[in-house]
T-cell receptor, first 111, second 117 residues
């Protein structure tokens, strides 16, 4: 199937780390993305990883990829109230245009 | 410039109206996309244009008609819509996937919030 699964909701305290998880389906060469969507807005690309990588770090963001389990995670260090949003993971098979989005995780950061 | 611009931001239309959504990018991207997003749901792909030719149509009803007049512009013409078509319509663009590399991620616009009454 084409389901990309995420947990629906995550609540953390300001300054803590957040970990958002995603399970994807395509086992072929794949790009995996994390997007952020604030209320009423479009999708903002945060970071991406190719399936031949295990980890990618970009400032406060760390992406971990477990290819065996088809599990992707996004860790946000020192979470701020401005990080409150819905986070979508997405997969795209190499050579295709079709992005398949996860169900989205709503992150709420408590002050 | 990594901006995808969509107009209008909000649109209210009747079921007998004809309207168009517009999308523009100046990143030199040769792939452009229309997505539909209902509240609390992920975006769903509608259409993909590659080099100004329709590449993917995800079985979208004919009351939605896409058009790509040039490599920077993408339109979505709307006619005889139904209330259930009310949603956020997102445009995106990316490099051509035939040139896979670190820059093939899709950039999204802010969307048009469409309400059909």
């Amino acid at each position: 199937g084409e389901d990309v699964e995420q947990s629906l909701f995550l609540s953390v305290r300001e300054g803590d780390s957040s970990v958002i998880n995603c399970t994807y389906t395509d086992s072929s060469s794949t790009y995996l993305y994390w997007y952020k969507q604030e209320p009423g807005a479009g999708l903002q690309l945060l970071t991406y990883i190719f399936s031949n990588m295990d980890m990618k770090q970009d400032q406060r963001l760390t992406v971990l990829l477990n290819k065996k389990d088809k599990h992707l995670s996004l860790r946000i260090a020192d979470t701020q109230t401005g990080d409150s949003a819905i986070y979508f993971c997405a997969e795209r098979a190499s050579g295709t245009y079709k992005y398949i989005f996860g169900t989205g995780t709503r992150l709420k950061v408590l002050a | 410039d990594t901006e995808v611009t969509q107009t209008p931001k909000h649109l209210v239309m009747g079921m007998t109206n004809k309207k168009s959504l517009k999308c523009e990018q100046h990143m030199g991207h040769r792939a452009m996309y229309w997505y539909k997003q209902k509240a609390k749901k992920p975006p769903e792909l509608m259409f993909v244009y590659s080099y100004e030719k329709l590449s993917i149509n995800e079985s979208v009803p004919s009351r939605f008609s896409p058009e790509c007049p040039n490599s920077s512009l993408l339109n979505l013409h709307l006619h005889a819509l139904q209330p259930e078509d009310s949603a956020l319509y997102l445009c995106a663009s990316s490099q051509d996937v035939g040139q896979e590399g670190p820059n093939t991620e899709a950039f999204f616009g802010q969307g048009t919030r469409l309400t059909v009454v």
